[in-house]
């Protein structure tokens, strides 16, 4: 019960080193948003700014992570339109919800 391993069949599968470069680039700039992430965190004082430039860093961080980790950069436009818009619809429905609600518990409780 010998087993053979036919090499070429490896060879023909080996990761393209363009890809791996893409990666390893994409790394880099996740660990400098994240540093800077954390600098924000210590330097600047609890406000709305602060919460602002984490949701801008976090949405910037998510489109790198999607795009290389998830392979969404190399599909079809109508694809990512099909996958973005609906998540910006929500997001706005959440935001307008949130100002509506607002409205009304301040109208309430003057």
């Known amino acids: 019960m010998s087993s053979s391993v036919d090499f070429q069949e490896f060879e023909r599968h080996a990761p393209d080193p363009e890809a791996k ?3 390893w680039k994409t790394f880099w700039i996740l660990l ?8 924000f ?3 600047i004082p609890v406000g709305m700014t602060r919460n602002i430039i984490f949701i801008l860093l976090g949405i910037v961080k998510a489109y790198f992570i999607v795009g290389t980790f998830m392979h969404m950069k190399h599909e079809k436009m109508a694809l990512i339109l ?9 997001c706005a429905l959440i ?15 003057k």
């Open 82 to 90: 099909m996958i973005i818009v609906p998540v910006i619809f929500i």
């Open 32 to 39: 400098g948003l994240t540093l800077v992430d954390l600098a």
């Open 21 to 23: 470069k893409d990666i």
């Open 95 to 109: 935001g307008v919800s949130m100002y509506e609600g607002n409205f009304w518990f301040n109208l309430h409780w």
């Open 41 to 43: 965190y210590f330097f």
